[in-house]
């Protein structure tokens, strides 16, 4: 093992055990959440009730251990040797993979707290954080939203392998660095934010791209992380201003899909140009998921772990399986690839140059005609779930990415509890109405720079409700007039059964008793039950 003074940043295998059902143990495999949220490592038994720093050998830290057993209770195995790896041999800047005894990679992450005695007496307290373990390190967790199987990587359940052997001496320098790059790859890179109009999905697809772009411990995240929730809107801010910086180098690049755009435009196609004599030309034009690909792959044959996001805004307003074509096969993550790999690759069918049109390098992955996707490259699409003017998305894409509900908030508007209120009412009541239909209402119409909209605040309010939210309801309720108005409840007076029109609000208060005004329609709205309405 490296003594105390050998600069080697060691890589440590830390594993969860199932420990002895049927003893009153701690079984800390039951407590890798907190590992994990709290920011540490933990175990010891009953026995181990000592300052492990203060055995200056191995035999000596045994017989400490031994010497707290029965002789009717002795173990069959000692583990002496995690102990005092733990203990004595790992390091701050030491790596840790997080492991259970199943042989799964959960997270990892660097020592940041060198080894710490808790004298807690004869029970462990392994449900109260770290003061609840023995033996614990501090550790800022890297990766730790993966699974990745290490038993074909590395057969052994703590510690490090003897990298004196020749199969595990590249274990620090080499194959922990892939597992590291496992754990990342195997980390969802195809996202799609899905959610009624106005919860703010495109909103967020910047927060989202940006920390794909970027790794856990880059310094902007990091510092981030250390803001109050109640800075939302000034990390959303910083976060527009990261975007614009990583858009700026060619990071993060975002695309609308619409019912006309294809394939061509997604990947290549043969495009017409006109010259300057006025003349007709014909050119190569490569889409933005080739520049993004062609992007990342450069990082990777350059050495540089840099993520790149493609944003894909609307994504089920086009038709994916006429975008995509072949190269939905490429999505998956199993099949992403790195610069000489032996993954899939699908030739396309025009072959690259040294340079496109628009003088960007061409990896040399891409150098033959054939096409793959990097692991580095994210892919983030938004969609509206209550959009029926679209079929539904194909459902070959569907099942290769992750979706994140983002559902109408109205606690964004408790500054004003009235309009809190009137959408969390409007929200039950399209519910009931139109049941597994996505037709919602989201709060972001109903706020400006987080703070949700004053009744004093009349033309901004009363435009809110009449360019957004009416336009919305007569579209869904269209040529159900006598629905509409049961919906609108006491305001159903608004409504015109005739035609489903839906009267505007006005924008200046002329009196505390003004009809149109827009705390007069939110007070109509709210102050029957929902059973009123039905």
Not at 276 to 305: C, F, I, Q, T
Not at 356 to 369: A, H, I, P, R, W
């Amino acid at each position: 093992m490296p003594s105390e003074t050998t600069p080697v940043r060691n890589s440590w295998m830390c594993s969860c055990v199932i420990g002895d059902k049927n003893k009153p143990k701690p079984n800390n495999i039951d407590a890798m959440p907190i590992f994990l949220a709290e920011g540490f490592f933990g175990f010891g038994m009953s026995e181990s009730n000592f300052d492990i720093t203060g055995c200056s050998t191995k035999e000596e830290l045994k017989a400490r251990i031994l010497a707290n057993y029965s002789a009717e209770n002795l173990p069959e195995k000692m583990p002496v040797d995690q102990y005092w790896k733990i203990a004595k041999e790992a390091k701050v800047g030491d790596r840790v993979f997080l492991t259970s005894y199943k042989g799964i990679i959960y997270a990892s992450g660097e020592i940041v707290d060198a080894y710490r005695f808790n004298d807690i007496g004869s029970d462990s307290r392994p449900g109260r954080g770290r003061e609840g373990f023995r033996h614990t390190i501090g550790i800022r967790w890297k990766f730790r939203d993966a699974l990745f199987s290490w038993k074909e990587w590395l057969p052994v359940d703590f510690g490090i392998p003897d990298i004196s052997s020749e199969r595990y001496k590249d274990w620090n320098t080499k194959t922990a660095d892939a597992i590291e790059r496992k754990l990342k790859e195997s980390a969802s890179q195809n996202l799609i934010l899905t959610g009624p109009p106005g919860t703010g999905k495109t909103y967020y697809s910047t927060r989202y791209a940006v920390k794909a772009c970027l790794p856990p411990d880059d310094p902007f995240i990091e510092e981030i992380s250390k803001l109050k929730k109640s800075s939302e809107d000034y990390v959303m801010w910083e976060f527009r201003l990261k975007h614009k910086e990583l858009r700026e180098q060619g990071r993060i690049e975002t695309v609308t899909f619409h019912q006309n755009y294809d394939y061509s435009d997604f990947i290549q196609g043969i495009r017409p140009r006109m010259k300057s004599d006025g003349g007709l030309s014909y050119a190569l034009v490569r889409g933005p998921l080739w520049r993004m690909a062609n992007r990342a792959m450069l990082a990777l044959e350059k050495g540089e772990e840099k993520g790149f996001a493609l944003v894909i805004d609307e994504i089920n307003r086009g038709n994916v399986a006429k975008i995509f074509g072949e190269l939905i096969t490429l999505v998956e993550i199993d099949k992403r690839d790195r610069p000489g790999g032996s993954g899939l690759r699908i030739p396309l069918l025009y072959a690259s140059e040294k340079s496109d049109e628009d003088g960007e390098e061409v990896c040399k992955e891409f150098s033959d005609g054939t096409f793959c996707l990097p692991p580095n490259l994210h892919i983030i699409g938004t969609m509206n779930s209550a959009d029926k003017s679209v079929q539904r998305m194909d459902s070959a894409l569907r099942r290769r990415f992750d979706f994140i509900d983002m559902p109408p908030r109205p606690g964004v508007l408790s500054d004003n509890p009235k309009l809190e209120s009137f959408l969390e009412v409007l929200n039950r009541r399209l519910n009931k109405a139109k049941p597994g239909s996505g037709c919602l209402l989201g709060h972001a119409w109903l706020i400006q720079d987080g703070v949700a909209l004053p009744f004093s605040h009349t033309k901004l309010l009363c435009a809110a409700f009449n360019n957004k939210v009416f336009p919305l309801l007569s579209e869904w309720f269209w040529n159900e007039p006598g629905q509409l108005k049961r919906l609108f409840g006491g305001a159903g007076k608004y409504v015109d059964p005739g035609t489903s029109t839906i009267q505007r609000l006005n924008d200046e208060l002329t009196g505390p008793e003004t009809f149109c005004s827009a705390e007069n329609f939110v007070n109509y709205f709210i102050r029957e039950s929902d059973d009123d309405v039905e």
